[in-house]
């Protein structure tokens, strides 16, 4: 029995940034409510649910807990836990599911204050779980130093420059400037992210990404459920890798986790990375962006810099990279954070992005990474165009 396709049919995205006032579940609401519209259904349409975790909530059973809030009671639900790379993981979860016929029509949300719900001493004890609890976090190490440790020996291996890591922060404001929603707004020159404060040294301010309150929804079914009229784009492969999780155990090279879940999610869709029109790529920080783009062979080793210089991740270059701004100016709200560059590649490749290339994408790979590297998910994602 061949497998229908699964699509996603809607998409919702809050603006990021500070909401004061707002919850965990307020904020889930949001977004879940902007994805069910833009799909013309209503909750008694959804019977799967998939959450991803909040740091400023970490509820048992967050999937059952927002379903109660949200007024859905649905056949599946469950939660995903696997850092950055959730918002993809779950999307990765929900097509397996419908494509199986488990489910019809699979609700997937993740969102959280995390700016305003948290003191930053919480928000760096929580990241700092990502840490070997005996040779790393004792001597206070956090997310940004493991990056840094990565930075270093990136730009040592490469011959790179701290300069050139800081094209990548000014590429991504310069598309947020022009999104709304973004966290981050005010144009940024080189100079401005090579002067902004230290933060673990080779990474400054402006390499890495702020901290947001957010929320990120899309609705996944099979192409034979999709409402008359509705915008949809194929899911058309997936493909996962987790080689570690400490930093001190990475593999060489650290990134070949993104490598083999690129290589897995373009072999299911009979697709090479040539082909790809549109990018959304994880960039908690600027070398995280570098090393993605790299490790999935888009940009060749210590060029990606060079890439984004030269405009070819510019809206209107040859591969737009990261529409929205990124993580590294939309802002990162948690699992919703991955999640936006998937929301926005929705809405490239349905023409209907606030600010969509001109050459109008039907093809677009979207990466996210968990940890230091650690767990890494690609989608293959295609317009339907019919």
Excluded: W
Excluded at 4 to 31: D, N, Y
Excluded at 185 to 197: F, G, H
Aim: proline share 5%; glycine share 12%; hydrophobic share 40%.
């Amino acid at each position: 029995m061949s497998l229908r396709k699964p699509c996603i049919v809607g998409a919702g995205l809050t603006p990021f940034g500070r909401h004061e006032g707002a919850s965990t579940l307020s904020l889930m609401s949001q977004a879940a409510n902007a994805a069910l519209d833009d799909a013309g259904l209503e909750r008694a349409d959804i019977d799967g649910l998939i959450t991803g975790y909040s740091t400023t909530h970490p509820h048992l059973m967050l999937s059952t807990l927002f379903a109660e809030h949200f007024g859905l009671q649905p056949d599946y639900a469950h939660g995903v836990q696997v850092g950055g790379a959730t918002g993809l993981a779950m999307v990765d979860l929900a097509r397996r599911l419908v494509a199986g016929g488990s489910v019809r029509r699979v609700l997937v949300v993740a969102g959280e204050n995390r700016l305003t719900g948290q003191t930053r001493d919480q928000s760096i004890q929580t990241l700092a779980q990502v840490g070997d609890p005996h040779h790393e976090v004792p001597n206070g190490a956090s997310v940004p130093a493991y990056y840094a440790l990565l930075a270093n020996r990136y730009l040592y291996e490469t011959g790179c420059t701290e300069r050139d890591l800081a094209e990548l922060s000014v590429l991504m404001r310069g598309h947020a400037i022009n999104y709304p929603g973004a966290h981050l707004t005010k144009p940024i020159t080189a100079d401005d992210v090579m002067a902004s404060k230290p933060i673990a040294t080779p990474l400054k301010q402006l390499d890495c990404c702020p901290i947001s309150d957010g929320a990120a929804a899309v609705v996944v079914t099979r192409d034979d459920s999709l409402p008359a009229g509705i915008p949809a784009v194929r899911i058309s492969g997936g493909g996962q890798a987790h080689t570690h999780q400490h930093v001190s155990m990475a593999p060489e090279p650290v990134a070949i986790g993104a490598t083999r879940a690129a290589d897995s999610a373009l072999r299911e869709a009979g697709r090479r990375i040539t082909e790809m029109e549109l990018l959304g790529i994880y960039d908690s920080f600027t070398v995280t962006l570098a090393e993605l783009l790299e490790a999935i062979g888009v940009s060749r080793r210590g060029e990606a810099a060079g890439d984004a210089r030269n405009g070819r991740f510019a809206l209107d270059g040859s591969l737009p990279l990261n529409p929205h701004g990124g993580l590294l100016s939309y802002g990162h709200a948690g699992v919703a954070g991955g999640m936006a560059h998937l929301v926005d590649a929705v809405r490239q490749l349905t023409g209907r992005s606030p600010s969509q290339a001109p050459a109008g994408p039907g093809l677009a790979l979207v990466h996210a990474d968990g940890g230091v590297l650690s767990s890494h998910v690609s989608l293959i994602l295609e317009g339907t165009h019919d």
